[in-house]
C-alpha cells in the first residue's frame, strides 16, 4: 500500500504520500510453548476448535484481553476459561438478574461507558474489556434493564453475538450493532479512585486507579491490562496473589 501510495504521489495523482495516518504493528500469538506456532512443530492453535468448544464470542474476548495489541503474547488454553466465564456471567446475569427501577452504581456504569470509549479509540481493547469486567461485577448486584442496555451496547464490538441477544431479550427488535453509542455524563463519573501499586514478585512493575472498594478479581483484571505486567505474567499461573486494596497488589509467579 505504502509503494503504491508513493509511486501515484511521485506522477501528481494524489496529493499525499502516505496511506496511513497511523500504522499499528500487532504483536503475535505464540504457541502455549512460547515458540511460534508451526505444524512441523505440531503446535498450532486451530481456532475452530476453540470456537467449537467455547464460542466465538470467547475466542474474540480472550484475543483482546491477552495484553496490550502491540505485544507478542503466548496462547493459553487455560486462561480462555476466563474469557468463558465472563460469557457465561452475562448470559446468568440476563436470564436470572435482580431487577431494579433506579441504579446505585452509576458512577461505575458512566465511568465505563466513557473508558471504553476511550480504549477503543487507542486499540487498549485489552483495558475495555477488564473495565467491562469491574462493570459487570457492579451489576450483579441488581440491575435495571436500561442500564444492561447499555452494557450490551458497549460489549457488541467486543462480543457481537452475546450483545445482540441481550439487545433483543431485552425487547429491542432492531439490531445492537445499528444502535448509538452510549454518552456518559461527567457529573456521574466514578471521583474517588485511588493508584494501586503493581508488582511481580515484590519487584514494581507498574501503577493503576480502581475504586478504593476494588475486589482482587478486579484488581488482577486491571494488572493483566499494563503491558510490563502481561509480558512477565504471559503464560505463567500465580503462586500466590497478596492484595491490600487502595495499596498495593503483588503477584508471586
Same mark, same amino acid.
Given at each position: ?7 501515484? *504521489? ?7 504520500? =502516505?496511506?496511513? $495516518?497511523?500504522?499499528?504493528?500487532? @504483536? ?22 476453540? #470456537? ?10 480472550? =484475543? ?10 503466548? !496462547? ?7 474469557? %468463558? +466465564?465472563? #460469557? ?8 436470572? +438478574? ?11 456504569? *458512566? =465511568?465505563?461507558?466513557?473508558?471504553? @470509549?476511550?480504549?477503543?479509540?487507542? /486499540? ?23 442500564? /444492561?442496555?447499555?452494557?450490551?451496547? $458497549? $460489549? ?10 441481550? !439487545? ?8 445492537? *450493532?445499528?444502535?448509538? !453509542? ?19 514478585? @515484590?519487584? +514494581? ?14 484488581? /488482577?483484571? @486491571? ?19 497478596? %492484595? #491490600?486494596?487502595? +495499596?498495593? /497488589?503483588?503477584?508471586?509467579?
Amino acid at each position: 500500500a505504502r509503494f503504491f501510495t508513493k509511486v501515484l *504521489h511521485a506522477f501528481g495523482y494524489t496529493e499525499f504520500d =502516505e496511506p496511513f $495516518l497511523k500504522l499499528r504493528h500487532q @504483536g503475535m500469538i505464540l504457541a502455549e510453548d512460547g515458540r511460534k506456532m508451526s505444524k512441523s512443530l505440531g503446535n498450532v492453535i486451530n481456532p475452530d476448535d476453540v #470456537v467449537r468448544e467455547y464460542g466465538a464470542d470467547t475466542l474474540r474476548l480472550y =484475543e483482546m484481553f491477552m495484553g496490550p495489541i502491540d505485544v507478542q503474547k503466548p !496462547w493459553s488454553t487455560k486462561n480462555i476459561k476466563g474469557s %468463558y +466465564r465472563f #460469557v457465561d456471567r452475562v448470559y446468568k446475569l440476563l436470564s436470572s +438478574r435482580n431487577k431494579k427501577e433506579e441504579d446505585s452504581f452509576a458512577p461505575v456504569l *458512566h =465511568e465505563t461507558i466513557k473508558k471504553v @470509549g476511550e480504549d477503543i479509540k487507542e /486499540l487498549k481493547f485489552n483495558t475495555a474489556i477488564s473495565q467491562l469486567m469491574i462493570c459487570l461485577n457492579k451489576m450483579e448486584d441488581g440491575v435495571s434493564d436500561e442500564s /444492561l442496555k447499555i452494557f450490551a451496547r $458497549l $460489549l457488541a464490538p467486543f462480543a457481537p453475538h452475546l450483545a445482540e441477544e441481550v !439487545w433483543h431479550e431485552l425487547g429491542e427488535n432492531s439490531s445492537v *450493532h445499528k444502535s448509538t !453509542w452510549p454518552k456518559y455524563d461527567k457529573a456521574l463519573l466514578a471521583t474517588s479512585a485511588v493508584k494501586v501499586v503493581v508488582q511481580i514478585n @515484590g519487584k +514494581r512493575r507498574g501503577e493503576m486507579e480502581l475504586a478504593p472498594d476494588a475486589s482482587e478479581e478486579e484488581a /488482577l483484571a @486491571g494488572a493483566r491490562a499494563i503491558s510490563s505486567v502481561a509480558e512477565a505474567v504471559a503464560n505463567k499461573e500465580p503462586k500466590r496473589v497478596i %492484595y #491490600v486494596p487502595g +495499596r498495593i /497488589l503483588n503477584i508471586v509467579i
